[in-house]
């Protein structure tokens, strides 16, 4: 079992950056497929990002070229450096731990999950 604690998030205004680390216990995040997942007031969890194993990385379309994913497997950390941010970026952003071996964008693929951190982007 893996435990995962979010933090980085905070209020930042439109075309700035921030950096999201996600810290793994238990277990090394090595071994896992990694997510970040994020949901907006009043809307659904969305996938946002993943990096597998290898380091294979994939993004939803509206944060290409502008979010990455990256994984500090000495440090047992995550992190998704947020640049270029945009007010509808705006939401609790969750980290997540899969067993499935290679990248995947379900959240059912996702066994551990994070309490979540607060991202408000303002105009």
């Known amino acids: 079992q893996v435990q995962l604690v979010e933090s980085g998030g905070g209020s930042v205004q439109a075309g700035g950056s921030l950096r999201l680390p996600c810290a793994a216990s238990?277990?090394?995040?090595?071994?896992?497929?990694m997510g970040w997942f994020r949901q907006a007031p009043g809307k659904e969890r969305e996938f946002v990002a993943t990096?597998?194993?290898?380091?294979?990385?994939y993004y939803q379309d509206s944060v290409k070229g502008r979010f990455t994913i990256s994984r500090d497997n000495a440090k047992n950390t995550v992190y998704l450096q947020m640049n270029s941010l945009k007010p509808e970026d705006t939401a609790v952003y969750y980290c997540?731990?899969?067993?499935?071996?290679?990248?995947?964008?379900?959240?059912?693929?996702?066994?551990?999950w994070g309490q979540g951190t607060q991202v408000t982007v303002s105009s």
């Open positions: 990096i597998s194993q290898n380091r294979n990385t």
């Open positions: 997540a731990a899969s067993l499935r071996i290679g990248i995947t964008t379900t959240q059912a693929s996702y066994t551990y």
């Open positions: 238990g277990r090394t995040v090595s071994m896992y497929t």
